[in-house]
């Protein structure tokens, strides 16, 4: 299947990344050449074989409801970019509302 | 006395006991080794000096007693396994200035064993590679070869072992990233069963693979570092609640009557003539030790990378959408709004391999294409699953080549197709979460290592090991240095 430039900058939408013009040219040929490496796997037969997704037995892991304390606030904003009075700061969302977020 | 950077764990340890040195005289003697060896190599991206040196002297004041084989042994940590208060990057841009606020279960451990962390060592951003080159920071040399890669996307955790700058480092391994570069730099790694060693703290590419693992100078030392490391723990909820062994009671040498499988996909047109050579010396050695080698099949182990690059990649985009530049790491200035930040702090902060990999994630489960890509992989995964069950219904181990060719030259590979295909002989494993190692076996082109790599039964560590010591007792190849310590 051939990946088309217009399908990478949906791909690039949904991944919330960007890329100039040249990249996504650049980007369009490898993904290309990648997917057409996995195209490999269509002569394998798979009907009726279930899918692996994890090779552990577990499905759900429990633990017991105990709150316990949790890191320290202080601690936590040693890592972010911008903070105000205990609170992560972020650029304002007002220009085009939050449908663009 | 012998030069310290090149004891092993053992050596170390019974001088420690003795007296005969300090913890302090040998993490001093680390540090020295690092600051003369690393500017040719490059492993180091952050060193624990001062830290190593406070806990180094806190051990020789408590003490080290045979009890404790690793108290006071100096350790380099991969950078994508977080240490508090010491910067953890994984080798991106986008975490260039992460201090960690807790410890992985792996580090807890280290320090319950009074193990030293000296540094934390360069890999591929977020060990998505095959060589160490997608590193935001550095580009690490192979320690026989300064103009070869090491490997990746543990290089800078083999290379520092293999260049004697430290007796032991850990690394991770989604596809191979512990046992290539290890074979690329001739020494030991080992990437256990999936869920013998807790991921808590493993900066997540894919969560279905990655493990955690030591690389060493020989398989005891291997051995004695998965002993501290394994278990269950409670923070990794795919973390297994399987016993561990002592992996150093087996060690005796003796083999006889060990059934092990050579599948004939591992010798194929793709290795390179030299590799092939050493690995069938491999098999006479194991021969005459008293084993049965026999030749098996694993079918589907030729579509495993196509598998792993949809599996890998699917789960690493959803791994990685945590870094949006709100609350950690890089954070572009050029923003106007909330989308901003996470658009252009993504695309500003992570690397080329790095996005190719999102972008080709996004895509496997995007809609419309996630049975065809995504589904399809994983349903291959279940019969290259199939394939090493059926082998170990019969057989106590696997081997093969760890790679299909010595290092490679630095910037010799630029088509990603390409350099994925390196891992075909790695990848298999991990997709079906059995332990494989890479121990040495000989050398090809340029005198460059060749690694021998063993694949177990799940949590079967203990057998791998027996055998690998065997073989390392029955050889010379892991005594052969490398110019940088002295080698031809």
Same mark, same amino acid.
């Given at each position: 299947?051939?990946?088309?430039?217009?399908?990478?900058?949906?791909?690039?939408?949904?991944?919330?990344?960007?890329?100039?013009?040249?990249?996504?040219?650049?980007?369009?040929?490898?993904?290309?050449?990648?997917?057409?490496?996995?195209?490999?796997?269509?002569?394998?037969?798979?009907?009726?074989?279930?899918?692996?997704?994890?090779?552990?037995?577990?499905?759900?892991?429990?633990?017991?409801?105990?709150?316990?304390?949790?890191?320290?606030?202080?601690?936590?904003?040693?890592?972010?970019?911008?903070?105000?009075?205990?609170?992560?700061?972020?650029?304002?969302?007002?220009?085009?509302?939050?449908?663009?977020? | 006395?012998?030069?310290?950077?090149?004891?092993?764990?053992?050596?170390?340890?019974?001088?420690?006991?003795?007296?005969?040195?300090?913890?302090?005289?040998?993490?001093?003697? $680390?540090?020295?080794?690092?600051?003369?060896?690393?500017?040719?190599?490059?492993?180091?991206?952050?060193?624990?000096?001062?830290?190593?040196?406070?806990?180094?002297?806190?051990?020789?004041?408590?003490?080290?007693?045979?009890?404790?084989?690793?108290?006071?042994?100096?350790?380099?940590?991969?950078?994508?396994?977080?240490?508090?208060?010491?910067?953890?990057?994984?080798?991106?841009?986008?975490?260039?200035?992460?201090?960690?606020?807790?410890?992985?279960?792996?580090?807890?451990?280290?320090?319950?064993?009074?193990?030293?962390?000296?540094?934390?060592?360069?890999?591929?951003?977020?060990?998505?590679?095959?060589?160490?080159?997608?590193?935001?920071?550095?580009?690490?040399?192979?320690?026989?070869?300064?103009?070869?890669?090491?490997?990746?996307?543990?290089?800078?955790?083999?290379?520092?072992?293999?260049?004697?700058?430290?007796?032991?480092?850990?690394?991770?391994?989604?596809?191979?990233?512990?046992?290539?570069?290890?074979?690329?730099?001739?020494?030991?790694?080992?990437?256990?069963?999936?869920?013998?060693?807790?991921?808590?703290?493993?900066?997540?590419?894919?969560?279905?693979?990655?493990?955690?693992?030591?690389?060493?100078?020989?398989?005891?030392?291997?051995?004695? %570092?998965?002993?501290?490391?394994?278990?269950?723990?409670?923070?990794?909820? $795919?973390?297994?609640? %399987?016993?561990?062994?002592?992996?150093?009671?087996?060690? $005796?040498?003796?083999?006889?009557?060990?059934?092990?499988?050579?599948?004939?996909?591992?010798?194929?047109?793709?290795?390179?003539?030299?590799?092939?050579?050493?690995?069938?010396?491999?098999?006479?050695?194991?021969?005459?030790?008293?084993?049965?080698?026999?030749?098996?099949?694993?079918?589907?182990?030729?579509?495993?990378?196509?598998?792993?690059?949809?599996?890998?990649?699917?789960?690493?985009?959803?791994?990685?959408?945590?870094?949006?530049?709100?609350?950690?790491?890089?954070?572009?200035?050029?923003?106007?709004?909330?989308?901003?930040?996470?658009?252009?702090?993504?695309?500003?902060?992570?690397?080329?391999?790095?996005?190719?990999?999102?972008?080709?994630?996004?895509?496997?489960?995007?809609?419309?294409?996630?049975?065809?890509?995504?589904?399809?992989?994983?349903?291959?995964?279940?019969?290259?699953?199939?394939?090493?069950?059926?082998?170990?219904?019969?057989?106590?181990?696997?081997?093969?080549?760890?790679?299909?060719?010595?290092?490679?030259?630095?910037?010799?590979?630029?088509?990603?197709?390409?350099?994925?295909?390196?891992?075909?002989?790695?990848?298999?494993?991990?997709?079906?979460?059995?332990?494989?190692?890479?121990?040495?076996?000989?050398?090809?082109?340029?005198?460059?290592?060749?690694?021998?790599?063993?694949?177990?039964?799940?949590?079967?560590?203990? $057998?791998?090991?027996?055998?690998?010591?065997?073989?390392?007792?029955?050889?010379?190849?892991?005594?052969?240095?490398?110019?940088?310590?002295?080698?031809?």
């Amino acid at each position: 299947m051939a990946i088309h430039e217009e399908e990478v900058k949906h791909v690039a939408k949904l991944a919330k990344l960007s890329f100039p013009d040249e990249e996504v040219h650049q980007f369009t040929e490898q993904l290309g050449k990648i997917i057409e490496m996995v195209e490999l796997l269509e002569e394998v037969d798979t009907t009726g074989v279930p899918i692996t997704t994890s090779v552990t037995p577990s499905i759900n892991v429990m633990r017991e409801d105990v709150a316990t304390t949790g890191t320290s606030r202080d601690e936590l904003l040693k890592n972010v970019p911008e903070s105000e009075n205990g609170y992560i700061k972020v650029p304002a969302i007002m220009d085009n509302g939050e449908a663009g977020a | 006395m012998a030069k310290l950077n090149e004891l092993n764990l053992t050596e170390l340890h019974d001088l420690l006991v003795s007296k005969e040195i300090t913890a302090t005289d040998l993490t001093e003697e $680390t540090f020295a080794q690092i600051k003369e060896k690393d500017p040719k190599i490059e492993a180091f991206l952050a060193l624990n000096e001062e830290k190593a040196l406070e806990m180094a002297k806190a051990i020789d004041l408590k003490g080290i007693t045979t009890e404790n084989p690793l108290a006071g042994i100096p350790i380099g940590i991969k950078d994508n396994i977080v240490t508090k208060d010491l910067r953890t990057t994984a080798a991106s841009k986008i975490l260039y200035n992460f201090d960690p606020v807790y410890d992985a279960t792996v580090m807890e451990k280290l320090y319950q064993s009074d193990m030293i962390p000296v540094g934390k060592l360069n890999m591929d951003e977020f060990a998505m590679g095959g060589s160490t080159e997608t590193s935001y920071f550095k580009k690490t040399k192979n320690a026989w070869d300064q103009t070869k890669v090491p490997g990746g996307s543990s290089g800078g955790s083999a290379a520092a072992v293999a260049s004697g700058q430290i007796p032991v480092s850990l690394g991770s391994d989604t596809g191979g990233s512990i046992r290539q570069p290890a074979a690329f730099n001739g020494i030991v790694g080992l990437k256990p069963t999936y869920g013998r060693v807790s991921r808590f703290g493993l900066i997540a590419f894919s969560s279905s693979l990655d493990q955690i693992g030591p690389l060493t100078r020989n398989v005891k030392d291997n051995a004695l %570092v998965l002993n501290a490391i394994s278990g269950l723990d409670e923070r990794d909820g $795919t973390s297994a609640g %399987v016993s561990v062994p002592d992996f150093t009671a087996g060690l $005796t040498g003796d083999i006889k009557g060990m059934k092990i499988g050579i599948p004939k996909e591992y010798m194929g047109e793709g290795v390179q003539p030299e590799v092939r050579k050493a690995i069938e010396k491999a098999v006479a050695t194991f021969k005459e030790l008293g084993a049965t080698v026999d030749e098996v099949s694993l079918p589907h182990s030729k579509y495993g990378v196509a598998v792993y690059y949809i599996i890998a990649s699917s789960e690493a985009s959803s791994n990685l959408q945590r870094f949006d530049g709100i609350r950690y790491g890089y954070r572009s200035k050029n923003v106007q709004n909330l989308e901003d930040v996470y658009i252009n702090s993504r695309s500003e902060g992570f690397g080329l391999e790095v996005k190719r990999r999102i972008m080709l994630g996004t895509f496997s489960l995007s809609s419309g294409y996630y049975d065809a890509y995504f589904k399809k992989a994983g349903q291959v995964r279940t019969l290259i699953k199939q394939d090493f069950e059926q082998v170990f219904n019969d057989y106590d181990l696997i081997i093969g080549p760890a790679t299909p060719s010595v290092a490679f030259g630095l910037g010799e590979i630029s088509d990603p197709v390409t350099m994925y295909m390196n891992d075909i002989l790695t990848i298999p494993v991990n997709l079906a979460g059995v332990p494989g190692m890479s121990i040495p076996c000989g050398f090809g082109k340029d005198h460059l290592p060749v690694g021998l790599q063993i694949i177990g039964k799940p949590f079967d560590e203990a $057998t791998m090991y027996k055998a690998a010591y065997a073989f390392e007792q029955a050889t010379d190849y892991h005594k052969e240095k490398p110019a940088i310590l002295g080698g031809k």
